[in-house]
C-alpha cells in the first residue's frame, strides 16, 4: 500500500530560513497573511550557525544589516559579531512568530495551471514522508551562497595534504606551522588567510580576477554617502581613500578592476567589494604571499 502525500495549502510558501527568508515572513505576519517557511535544515540560519568561522563579524556596520521592523541593540558594536548575530535572528523568529518547517528538502516547486496555484514537493528528511504545498505565491530565499563549491583542479584526486571548503573552517589553530593555500581572495578568503596567519599557518593565496580592497570603514562611508551622491563620485571618494590607505598593490598581485567599487556591484558583475580585516599588511610585508 502506497503511502498517501499529504497536501497542504497556503497563501505563501517561503523556501529557505536565512535572513532573508525570515525577513520575507515577517513582513508578511504583519500584514496577517499566513506563510510558512520549508528549510532544509534542522535550524534557521544553518549558514551563520554550522557553516561560519569563528572569529566571523557582519563586514557592513549594524544599520545596514537588520531585518525589518527590528533594529539592534544599541549596546551591540557596530560590526555585529557572528553569535550576537544568531541571538538577533533567534529572537526576530520568537518575535514575529514566524513559522518554519525544518528538515524539509524541496525536491521540485512548479506552476499548476490547472489549480492556478504554485505546487512544491517536499521530503521530509525526518521522516522521508512525501508532502506537497500548494500555495499562491512562492518565495526562493535560499540565497546565493548556499552550496559549497569546490573547482576541479587537476591532480587533486591524489592530493596527500588536506583540502576543504571555507564552510568546514573554523579556526587555524590546526594548522599551525603548516604551508597553506587559500584560493580566493573574497570576504572568506582574504579573513581566512588572516585568521591562518595569526594561528602560525604558512599562509598563500591564490587570486584569479581584478578585486576592490577596502577596510569596513570605508566601506561604512561610502554606503552612508551614496544615498546622497550619485554612485561616481562615491567610487571616486572610496579609491582615493583606499590609494592613500594602501598605495599601489598591484606589485603584491592584488588588482584593481576598472569599474568603481559600487558601479560594479549594481552592474551585471554583482561582485562586492573585499573588506579587509588586516590581511593587506601581511600582504605587503610579505608574511602572506
Not at 520575507?24 to 568561522?53: G, M, Q
Request: charge should be positive; hydrophobic fraction near 40%; charged fraction near 20%.
Amino acid at each position: 500500500m502506497q503511502n498517501q502525500t499529504m497536501e497542504i495549502e497556503m497563501p505563501v510558501v517561503i523556501v529557505g530560513a536565512g535572513p532573508a527568508g525570515l525577513a520575507t515572513s515577517a513582513c508578511l505576519n504583519k500584514f496577517s497573511i499566513p506563510n510558512i517557511i520549508l528549510e532544509k535544515d534542522d535550524c534557521h540560519a544553518s549558514l551563520w550557525r554550522k557553516r561560519a568561522y569563528d572569529r566571523l563579524k557582519l563586514h557592513l556596520a549594524k544599520e545596514f544589516c537588520n531585518l525589518p521592523h527590528m533594529p539592534f541593540s544599541s549596546d551591540l558594536p557596530k560590526f555585529v559579531p557572528r553569535v550576537d548575530f544568531l541571538r538577533y535572528l533567534d529572537d526576530y523568529v520568537i518575535n514575529f512568530n514566524i513559522a518554519i518547517r525544518y528538515n524539509r528538502y524541496v525536491n521540485n516547486a512548479s506552476f499548476d495551471v490547472n489549480c492556478g496555484k504554485w505546487r512544491v514537493t517536499v521530503t521530509d528528511n525526518t521522516s522521508n514522508a512525501d508532502e506537497t504545498y500548494l500555495a499562491d505565491h512562492l518565495v526562493v530565499a535560499t540565497g546565493e551562497n548556499c552550496d559549497p563549491y569546490i573547482p576541479m583542479i587537476n591532480g587533486l584526486e591524489n592530493f596527500e595534504g588536506e583540502y576543504l571548503h571555507c564552510n568546514k573552517y573554523l579556526n587555524g589553530r590546526p594548522w599551525y606551522d603548516k604551508n597553506v593555500l587559500v584560493v580566493g581572495s573574497g570576504n572568506s578568503g582574504m579573513e581566512i588567510a588572516y585568521d591562518l596567519f595569526t594561528w602560525g599557518a604558512n599562509t598563500s593565496m591564490v587570486i584569479r580576477s581584478p578585486v576592490h580592497y577596502f577596510t569596513k570603514e570605508m566601506v561604512y562611508v561610502g554606503m552612508s554617502l551614496v544615498k546622497y551622491i550619485s554612485i561616481d563620485k562615491v567610487d571616486k571618494l572610496l579609491l582615493i581613500m583606499s590609494k592613500l590607505m594602501y598605495g599601489d598593490l598591484s606589485k603584491y598581485g592584488l588588482v584593481r578592476p576598472k569599474e568603481g567599487p559600487f558601479a560594479r556591484k549594481f552592474s551585471g558583475a554583482g561582485r562586492s567589494p573585499t573588506i579587509d580585516v588586516g590581511c593587506i599588511k601581511w600582504i605587503k610585508k610579505g608574511k602572506v604571499k
